[in-house]
C-alpha cells in the first residue's frame, strides 16, 4: 500500500507543520489557544493536546513507545501548560521523525494487532494502512487547529506538502 520513503516524507511534514502552527499559536494569548471554537476538541490547545495523545497512543503500538496516561476522552487535557506542550510535541515529532529514517518495507507489510478502547474489541489490520490512518489522523485535525488560529487572527505558514517539504528521491 505504502512505501518506507512515504512514511518518512510524511514524519517530515507533520513536524514541519506542527512547528509552524504552535510557532503562529504562540502569538494568541493562552485564553485565545483555549477558547472553544467548535471544534471536536473544542479550542487550539485541545485540539494539540488531541494530536499528541493520539501520535504517542499509536507509536505504543508501532514502536512500543510509552502510553499517554490520559484516555482518549481526556485527551485535551493531556497536557496544561502551553509550553510544556509545545515542547513534548517536538520531542515526539523528533522520535517519530527518527523512526520513520529506519523505515523498511518488511515492517510495513506485516499486520498489527490491538485492543481498540474506541472500537471496543481486538482489532487486526496492515500496518502500513494504520500508518495512513496516522498520518491522515494528523492531517484531519492540524487542519482544525490550522483553521481555528487563522480565525483568531494569527498567521501561519505555507502547508501544501510540496511547498513544505522536499520530494523523496
Do not use: C
Request: charged share 20%.
Amino acid at each position: 500500500m505504502i512505501e518506507a520513503s512515504y512514511v518518512r516524507t510524511l514524519a517530515a511534514y507533520n513536524a514541519e507543520l506542527n512547528r509552524g502552527l504552535y510557532a503562529a499559536a504562540a502569538t494568541l494569548s493562552d485564553a485565545d489557544r483555549r477558547q472553544d471554537r467548535g471544534a471536536f476538541w473544542g479550542s487550539i490547545h485541545g485540539t494539540f493536546s488531541h494530536l499528541l495523545w493520539a501520535d504517542q497512543l499509536w507509536m505504543s503500538r508501532f514502536a512500543g513507545w510509552e502510553r499517554p496516561n490520559v484516555g482518549m476522552k481526556d485527551s485535551p487535557r493531556l497536557i496544561d501548560d502551553f509550553e510544556a506542550l509545545r515542547a513534548a510535541r517536538g520531542d515526539v515529532d523528533e522520535r517519530l521523525s527518527a523512526w520513520a529514517q529506519d523505515m523498511d518495507a518488511g515492517w510495513l507489510a506485516g499486520d498489527l494487532t490491538w485492543f481498540s478502547g474506541a472500537a471496543g474489541r481486538e482489532v487486526t489490520a496492515p500496518r502500513g494502512f494504520l500508518l495512513v490512518h496516522f498520518f491522515n489522523h494528523q492531517t484531519h485535525h492540524r487542519g482544525q487547529a490550522h483553521a481555528m488560529i487563522t480565525a483568531a487572527g494569527a498567521k501561519t505558514a505555507d502547508t501544501d506538502l510540496f511547498m513544505v517539504v522536499a520530494p523523496p528521491g
